[in-house]
Antibody
Framework: EVQLVESGGGLVQPGGSLRLSCAAS????????MHWVRQAPGKGLVWVSR????????RYADSVKGRFTVSRDNAKNTLYLQMNSLRAEDTAVYYC??????????????WGQGTLVTVSS | DIVMTQSPDSLAVSLGERATINCKSS????????????LGWYQQKPGQPPKLLIS???TRESGVPDRFSGSGSGTDFTLTISSLQAEDVAVYYC????????FGQGTKLEIK
């Protein structure tokens, strides 16, 4: 069974940092592209970042570019999101999700339950 | 950036009736070299992560009931639920993956 379990969320002050983790199991992690998607309380889904299967190619939404860094450790089957210079508008549930890559990009097909990040003083 | 706009924002449909949700992209998401539309549909129930229902505009994911169908091409797409069931109450999102990734704002589907 495919499982994605996020951790690392919590309360952080504006300007602070946080690192999220996503532990993957039940599939060959190193074969999949991985995404971070967030959802502010009561709002819609917003794509944040994605990383290629080998970690060599990363992309970010403009709203987080230069502040967030996505990475992965395929030996540990774990995805990370380092979040710096956090702002109140970064408050959201952060989901990790996997996407198959066989040439063209594909939509994320399995998602974790999410971890809540709250940026507040 | 490609902007995705869904309509309506909310929808109330009687059990057993048809529900239709529209999604429009600000530019075409049809990739001419493979004739595929890079468009997916998700269902999100309260307190749960999104679930992928449809990819490539019209391909149902494994296990998704056949009352869910997707159609459209280029910039205009539709998700149809042919006979609404109580368990279909959710928020539905379209997403383009042609140029990075963008979601529509969501459509809340309720029972009338």
């Amino acid at each position: 069974e495919v499982q994605l379990v996020e951790s690392g969320g919590g309360l952080v002050q504006p300007g602070g940092s946080l690192r999220l983790s996503c532990a993957a199991s039940g599939f060959t992690f190193s074969n999949y592209w991985m995404h971070w998607v967030r959802q502010a309380p009561g709002k819609g889904l917003v794509w944040v970042s994605r990383i290629s299967a080998d970690g060599s190619d990363t992309r970010y939404a403009d709203s987080v570019k230069g502040r967030f860094t996505v990475s992965r450790d395929n030996a540990k089957n774990t995805l990370y999101l380092q979040m710096n210079s956090l702002r109140a508008e970064d408050t959201a549930v952060y989901y990790c999700a996997r996407a198959e890559y066989s040439g063209p990009p594909t939509p994320p097909d399995h998602w974790g339950q999410g971890t809540l990040v709250t940026v507040s003083s | 950036d490609i902007v995705m706009t869904q309509s309506p924002d909310s929808l109330a449909v009687s059990l057993g009736e048809r529900a239709t949700i529209n999604c429009k992209s600000s530019q075409s998401v049809l990739y001419n070299s493979n004739n595929k539309n890079y468009l997916g549909w998700y269902q999100q129930k309260p307190g749960q992560p999104p679930k992928l229902l449809i990819s490539w505009a019209s391909t149902r994911e494994s296990g998704v009931p056949d009352r869910f169908s997707g159609s459209g091409s280029g910039t205009d797409f539709t998700l149809t639920i042919s006979s609404l069931q109580a368990e279909d109450v959710a928020v539905y999102y379209c997403q383009q993956y042609y140029s990075l990734y963008t979601f529509g704002q969501g459509t809340k589907l309720e029972i009338k």
